[in-house]
């Protein structure tokens, strides 16, 4: 089970940090990625985070450097710090778990999806 927070509405350079809580399984063995979707566009890719056996953080050049993932397995919780955010930020933001995955940003991979948060960056 994943279930995203954090979405809200917030000004151009403005920052948000969407958590994603996991239960069911160990989150140590499974990529956790974010992904979003605006209205009339496909689902993109945004940041993964690998399994934790393979070290790996990925993200699209569209959110790099601006964007920071992170997972705490302790508390099985998997974040995306979102600085500077401007309207093309804007969509449905959702999180999805891939067991022994690395992290990728291909939405084909992930097998079990949260409902999603909206984000809206407007002035």
């Known amino acids: 089970h994943l279930e995203e927070s954090g979405g809200g509405l917030v000004h151009p350079g403005g920052s948000l940090r969407l958590s994603c809580a996991t239960s069911g399984f160990t989150l140590d063995h499974y990529a956790i990625a974010w992904f979003r979707q605006a209205p009339g566009k496909g689902r993109e890719g945004v940041s993964g985070?690998?399994?934790?056996?393979?070290?790996?953080?990925n993200y699209a050049p569209s959110v790099r450097g601006r964007f920071t993932i992170s997972r705490d397995n302790a508390k099985n919780m998997v974040y995306l710090q979102m600085n500077n955010l401007n309207p093309e930020d804007t969509g449905v933001y959702y999180c999805?778990?891939?067991?022994?995955?690395?992290?990728?940003?291909?939405?084909?991979?992930?097998?079990?999806w949260g409902r999603g948060t909206q984000v809206t960056v407007s002035s």
């Open positions: 985070s690998s399994a934790t056996s393979y070290g790996q953080t």
């Open positions: 999805a778990g891939e067991i022994l995955g690395r992290g990728g940003l291909e939405s084909k991979s992930y097998d079990y």
